[in-house]
Protein backbone atom coordinates (compact mmCIF):
# COMPACT_ATOMS: atom_id res chain seq x y z
CA UNK A 1 0.00 0.00 0.00
CA UNK A 2 1.28 3.39 -0.97
CA UNK A 3 1.52 6.01 1.79
CA UNK A 4 -1.60 8.14 1.16
CA UNK A 5 -0.39 11.46 3.67
CA UNK A 6 -2.11 13.28 6.00
CA UNK A 7 -5.52 15.73 5.20
CA UNK A 8 -7.72 18.14 7.46
CA UNK A 9 -9.67 15.71 9.26
CA UNK A 10 -6.30 13.71 10.36
CA UNK A 11 -5.16 17.41 12.20
CA UNK A 12 -9.00 17.43 13.40
CA UNK A 13 -8.20 14.77 15.67
CA UNK A 14 -7.21 17.35 18.08
CA UNK A 15 -9.76 19.51 18.41
CA UNK A 16 -11.53 16.38 19.85
CA UNK A 17 -12.41 17.18 23.52
CA UNK A 18 -11.65 14.79 26.43
CA UNK A 19 -9.36 12.17 26.40
CA UNK A 20 -10.74 9.24 25.60
CA UNK A 21 -12.85 10.46 22.32
CA UNK A 22 -9.38 12.13 21.15
CA UNK A 23 -7.46 8.73 21.72
CA UNK A 24 -10.43 6.77 20.23
CA UNK A 25 -9.91 9.19 17.05
CA UNK A 26 -6.24 9.46 17.45
CA UNK A 27 -5.96 5.64 16.93
CA UNK A 28 -8.75 5.15 14.36
CA UNK A 29 -7.21 8.24 12.11
CA UNK A 30 -3.35 9.22 13.00
CA UNK A 31 -1.76 5.72 14.28
CA UNK A 32 -2.14 3.73 10.89
CA UNK A 33 -0.52 6.24 8.95
CA UNK A 34 2.01 6.87 11.07
CA UNK A 35 2.45 2.88 11.44
CA UNK A 36 2.55 2.82 7.90
CA UNK A 37 5.18 5.54 7.81
CA UNK A 38 7.46 4.12 10.17
CA UNK A 39 7.56 0.83 8.40
CA UNK A 40 8.41 2.72 4.81
CA UNK A 41 10.84 4.75 6.13
CA UNK A 42 12.78 2.33 8.32
CA UNK A 43 14.99 1.22 5.01
CA UNK A 44 15.83 4.74 4.14
CA UNK A 45 16.73 5.66 7.70
CA UNK A 46 19.06 2.08 8.68
CA UNK A 47 20.33 2.82 5.17
CA UNK A 48 21.65 6.61 6.03
CA UNK A 49 22.50 6.26 9.28
CA UNK A 50 24.40 2.94 8.90
CA UNK A 51 22.72 1.25 11.35
CA UNK A 52 19.26 -0.76 11.92
CA UNK A 53 16.37 1.85 12.69
CA UNK A 54 13.54 0.58 14.51
CA UNK A 55 10.34 2.48 13.75
CA UNK A 56 8.13 3.87 17.27
CA UNK A 57 4.88 4.99 17.45
CA UNK A 58 3.60 7.08 20.27
CA UNK A 59 0.96 4.96 22.80
CA UNK A 60 0.76 7.84 25.08
CA UNK A 61 0.01 4.74 26.96
CA UNK A 62 1.20 7.02 30.55
CA UNK A 63 -1.94 9.89 30.15
CA UNK A 64 -4.93 9.80 32.33
CA UNK A 65 -6.55 12.89 32.37
CA UNK A 66 -5.29 15.18 29.86
CA UNK A 67 -5.91 14.35 25.88
CA UNK A 68 -2.54 14.34 23.98
CA UNK A 69 -1.93 17.73 21.71
CA UNK A 70 0.35 16.14 19.44
CA UNK A 71 1.38 12.69 17.92
CA UNK A 72 4.17 10.78 16.47
CA UNK A 73 6.49 8.04 15.00
CA UNK A 74 9.79 7.99 16.21
CA UNK A 75 12.96 6.42 14.59
CA UNK A 76 15.52 5.22 16.45
CA UNK A 77 18.62 2.32 16.76
CA UNK A 78 17.04 0.44 19.82
CA UNK A 79 13.94 -2.13 18.91
CA UNK A 80 13.02 -1.53 22.38
CA UNK A 81 12.65 2.61 22.66
CA UNK A 82 13.63 5.48 21.68
CA UNK A 83 13.36 8.02 23.94
CA UNK A 84 17.03 6.94 25.58
CA UNK A 85 18.81 7.96 22.32
CA UNK A 86 18.66 10.35 19.90
CA UNK A 87 16.27 9.65 17.22
CA UNK A 88 14.30 10.76 14.24
CA UNK A 89 10.63 12.31 14.23
CA UNK A 90 7.62 13.08 12.31
CA UNK A 91 4.81 13.78 14.28
CA UNK A 92 1.51 16.09 14.12
CA UNK A 93 0.33 19.06 16.48
CA UNK A 94 -3.30 21.03 15.33
CA UNK A 95 -1.38 23.45 13.51
CA UNK A 96 1.51 21.85 11.79
CA UNK A 97 3.00 18.56 10.45
CA UNK A 98 7.19 18.36 12.08
CA UNK A 99 9.86 16.44 10.82
CA UNK A 100 12.67 16.75 13.16
CA UNK A 101 15.58 15.12 15.12
CA UNK A 102 15.45 14.96 19.17
CA UNK A 103 16.79 14.20 21.85
CA UNK A 104 14.58 14.32 24.82
CA UNK A 105 15.34 14.72 28.35
CA UNK A 106 15.85 10.69 28.97
CA UNK A 107 18.95 10.76 26.83
CA UNK A 108 21.81 11.25 28.54
CA UNK A 109 23.27 11.91 24.91
CA UNK A 110 22.16 15.77 25.80
CA UNK A 111 25.75 16.67 26.97
CA UNK A 112 27.33 15.00 23.91
CA UNK A 113 25.41 17.08 21.82
CA UNK A 114 25.54 20.26 23.95
CA UNK A 115 29.43 19.73 23.54
CA UNK A 116 28.96 19.71 19.37
CA UNK A 117 26.72 22.97 19.71
CA UNK A 118 29.16 24.59 21.27
CA UNK A 119 32.19 23.63 19.35
CA UNK A 120 30.55 23.81 16.13
CA UNK A 121 28.07 26.83 16.59
CA UNK A 122 29.00 28.53 13.11
CA UNK A 123 29.05 25.16 11.36
CA UNK A 124 25.70 24.31 12.48
CA UNK A 125 24.20 27.86 11.68
CA UNK A 126 25.63 27.28 8.22
CA UNK A 127 24.22 23.78 8.06
CA UNK A 128 20.66 24.14 8.30
CA UNK A 129 17.68 26.16 6.10
CA UNK A 130 16.68 29.37 7.88
CA UNK A 131 13.10 27.69 7.79
CA UNK A 132 13.81 24.99 10.17
CA UNK A 133 12.86 25.51 13.67
CA UNK A 134 14.35 24.65 17.09
CA UNK A 135 12.81 23.98 20.02
CA UNK A 136 13.96 23.16 24.14
CA UNK A 137 10.32 20.99 24.66
CA UNK A 138 8.58 18.15 22.46
CA UNK A 139 5.25 19.30 23.85
CA UNK A 140 5.67 23.37 22.96
CA UNK A 141 4.36 23.87 19.61
CA UNK A 142 6.24 26.61 19.01
CA UNK A 143 10.14 27.23 18.65
CA UNK A 144 12.88 29.46 17.25
CA UNK A 145 13.27 29.55 13.63
CA UNK A 146 17.01 28.75 12.65
CA UNK A 147 17.23 32.44 10.93
CA UNK A 148 17.01 33.58 14.25
CA UNK A 149 19.52 31.45 15.94
CA UNK A 150 22.61 33.11 16.36
CA UNK A 151 25.13 32.15 18.34
CA UNK A 152 24.24 33.97 21.42
CA UNK A 153 20.77 32.06 21.31
CA UNK A 154 22.82 28.48 20.54
CA UNK A 155 25.16 28.75 23.08
CA UNK A 156 22.22 29.14 25.73
CA UNK A 157 20.60 26.09 24.01
CA UNK A 158 23.62 24.15 24.58
CA UNK A 159 24.04 25.40 28.17
CA UNK A 160 20.10 24.31 28.90
CA UNK A 161 21.22 20.87 27.31
CA UNK A 162 23.60 20.55 30.01
CA UNK A 163 22.50 22.20 33.15
CA UNK A 164 18.66 21.49 33.01
CA UNK A 165 17.46 18.09 34.02
CA UNK A 166 14.32 18.31 31.85
CA UNK A 167 16.20 20.56 28.87
CA UNK A 168 15.70 18.92 25.20
CA UNK A 169 16.03 20.04 21.94
CA UNK A 170 14.45 19.01 18.46
CA UNK A 171 15.38 20.57 15.42
CA UNK A 172 14.14 20.24 11.60
CA UNK A 173 10.77 21.26 9.67
CA UNK A 174 7.80 22.34 10.43
CA UNK A 175 4.72 22.12 7.46
CA UNK A 176 1.55 23.98 8.17
CA UNK A 177 -1.74 21.94 8.38
CA UNK A 178 -3.09 23.02 5.10
CA UNK A 179 0.02 22.94 3.29
CA UNK A 180 -1.52 20.44 -0.09
CA UNK A 181 1.70 18.71 -0.18
CA UNK A 182 0.39 16.70 2.50
CA UNK A 183 -2.11 15.31 0.86
CA UNK A 184 0.26 13.98 -1.79
CA UNK A 185 2.10 11.02 0.30
CA UNK A 186 4.57 10.60 -3.08
CA UNK A 187 6.10 13.99 -2.19
CA UNK A 188 6.03 14.40 1.27
CA UNK A 189 8.33 10.90 1.57
CA UNK A 190 10.65 12.73 -0.90
CA UNK A 191 10.73 15.88 2.21
CA UNK A 192 10.61 13.72 4.80
CA UNK A 193 13.77 11.85 3.26
CA UNK A 194 15.63 15.74 2.40
CA UNK A 195 14.98 16.78 6.06
CA UNK A 196 16.60 13.49 7.56
CA UNK A 197 19.43 13.72 5.06
CA UNK A 198 19.96 17.49 5.90
CA UNK A 199 19.59 16.72 9.43
CA UNK A 200 21.80 13.59 9.94
CA UNK A 201 24.96 15.46 10.47
CA UNK A 202 23.56 16.70 13.75
CA UNK A 203 22.45 12.88 14.61
CA UNK A 204 26.11 11.52 14.07
CA UNK A 205 27.24 14.66 16.39
CA UNK A 206 25.11 13.32 19.11
CA UNK A 207 26.70 9.88 19.81
Same mark, same amino acid.
Given at each position: MTFQGFDQNDFAVFTVEGLEPRMEALIARIRPKLTELGDELAPFLSAMCGEEMFPHVAKHARRSVHAPNDTWVAWGPNKRGYKALPHFQVGMFHSHLFIVFAIIYESSNKTVFAQALNGRNEEIRRMLPGDYFWSTDHLDPHGTAQADMDAARLEELARR !? +?? =? +???? =?? =?? !?????GDPLLEDGAKLLEVIERTFETLLPLYRMSF
Open positions: !L +KE =V +KKAE =VT =VG !LRIDS
